[in-house]
């Protein structure tokens, strides 16, 4: 395994898969992640996505919305439904900020909007795989909840199935639980990003958690100008 740069030469090959119609973009793109250290396979339609997707052996998949043969958003909601939780970065043309959040709700973990400088690509792939891989483990001792490592959530009787990215963002309030935690400390300690990608994304993800623990013994709490925190609410 030759991987120079990126990774690192003791590190596993980081699996990615590129679905992107736009054969040359798709060279370009892969070229790049090559010399990173990555190991790439370009796929050019919605139906080849699925099936590569659906064998659950990668690290990451990079999907492009406009695809020949089905919109890219239903190949998220296609591996979502069967529970393939690999992190998905969606590439996408649109600027409509409409596209950018079905996309979030169909199961993404983050979005780039065509054209992007090639340096941002790689810095949110490092930081999808490097969450993805991160440790899950969290105490919930002092709370009415227990988050298993299927990333599931009881409590009494209740459950519920979160995504990863739910579930980093969970686990980064439960470990801090009372206090406020601010919008950078979620961006790194949930999302692996030490630099703030400027889009909606936590508040999407945000949205979607609330809406999951409805009825749960636990809410999460918006502090004004200052972040959120995790408080028990019964
Ligand atoms: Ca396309």
């Not at 898969?17 to 370009?42: C, F, K, R, T």
């Not at 009881?154 to 979160?162: F, M, P, R, S, Y």
């Not at 979620?186 to 999407?204: C, M």
Request: proline residues 5%.
């Amino acid at each position: 395994m030759v991987a120079p740069a990126g990774p690192g030469p003791a590190a596993p090959a980081v699996r990615l898969v590129l679905v992107e119609d736009n054969a040359q973009l798709a060279a370009s793109i892969a070229e790049g992640l090559l010399d990173d250290g990555y190991v790439v396979d370009v796929i050019g339609t919605a139906a080849g996505g699925i099936e590569r997707g659906l064998r659950r052996d990668l690290d990451l998949m990079i999907l492009d919305l406009g695809l020949p043969d089905r919109d890219g958003t239903e190949v998220l909601r296609e591996l979502r439904a069967a529970a393939v939780h690999v992190p998905v970065l969606v590439l996408t043309a649109r600027d409509a900020v409409d596209s950018r959040v079905a996309a979030l709700d169909a199961g993404a973990d983050d979005y780039l909007v065509k054209p992007f400088a090639f340096a941002e690509l790689v810095a949110r792939i490092g930081a999808l795989t490097r969450r993805a891989s991160g440790p899950r483990w969290v105490t919930t001792t002092e709370l009415p909840l227990v988050m298993r490592d299927d990333l599931v959530v009881e409590a009494g009787d209740k459950t519920v199935a979160l995504s990863p990215r739910e579930y980093a963002l969970l686990a980064c309030l439960v470990r801090r639980r009372g206090e406020v935690v601010t919008r950078s400390e979620i961006l790194r300690e949930a999302f692996g990003y030490d630099f703030d990608p400027g889009t909606n994304v936590i508040d999407v993800h945000l949205t979607h958690l609330r809406k999951k623990l409805v009825g749960f013994p636990v809410a999460i709490e918006t502090v004004r100008g200052a972040g959120i925190r995790l408080v028990v609410s019964a």
